[in-house]
């Protein structure tokens, strides 16, 4: 038993050794790898979190901005004459508070009185956005605003057949009157002061019921937009 224990029991202490030894290297081996997988799990799961964030954050600043659009539009330093409150229902028809009692076959918001209809289309990628005022008697149009590819903004006044156009900063440029034979009349004072009351017909009830952010962004709409209205 004895020489049994010594010719094979050390062979087999020492196989277990050697066994023991090498699965000690593998695992040294095996540890440094495990640490750069996991540098890897946690480098993308931090760079995947920050772009989430930030394109969370992005999203809620847009969204902020676009819903907000008239509040902040009232509050942004402009130069006599633009009109930033303008630019920003159109541009954000989609995003603001718009009051409605109907809606089109379209799916489009419409505030009806006895006496005229107000259609609020916000532009999509096979409609313009548009704000059209109809008699509620006959349909027939009697205002709208919109673009078209002389101005960026236009007013037709079909009652009195007048065009108004507008460059980009709100700015009353061109009044046509007659526009079936488009004679440009000189820019005239008293031609604010009706413009003034068309825009207050079409969407006014949208500027009277405008909301206030209750995080205000202010800074960051007037840093985008100031520029354009100096």
Do not use: W
């Not at 946690?42 to 819903?67: D, Q």
């Not at 000189?186 to 079409?202: C, D, G, I, P």
Request: glycine share 6%.
């Amino acid at each position: 038993m004895d020489q049994f224990r010594s010719t094979y029991g050390c062979k087999y202490c020492f196989q277990y050794r050697k066994n023991g030894f090498q699965s000690d290297q593998n695992h040294r081996k095996l540890v440094p790898l495990m640490m750069k997988r996991k540098k890897v799990i946690l480098i993308l799961t931090v760079s995947f979190s920050c772009l989430a964030l930030f394109i969370g954050t992005l999203s809620f600043v847009g969204g902020n901005l676009g819903k907000y659009s008239i509040y902040y539009a009232q509050n942004l330093p402009h130069e006599t004459g633009t009109n930033s409150v303008m630019t920003a229902v159109f541009k954000h028809l989609g995003d603001v508070y718009i009051p409605y009692n109907s809606l089109d076959n379209d799916g489009n918001k419409m505030l009806e009185t006895e006496d005229k209809t107000i259609h609020y289309q916000a532009g999509g990628m096979f409609s313009p956005t548009m704000i059209t005022v109809k008699s509620t008697k006959d349909g027939d149009v009697l205002l709208s605003l919109q673009s078209d590819s002389q101005f960026p903004y236009c007013i037709y006044d079909f009652t009195e057949n007048t065009y108004y156009g507008f460059n980009r900063a709100g700015t009353l440029v061109a009044e046509f009157i007659d526009s079936n034979t488009n004679v440009l009349s000189s820019h005239r004072v008293s031609a604010l002061n009706t413009v003034n009351k068309l825009q207050n017909e079409m969407y006014g009830p949208i500027i009277s019921h405008r909301k206030v952010p209750k995080i205000n962004l202010q800074f960051i709409y007037n840093f985008v937009n100031e520029g354009k209205f100096k």
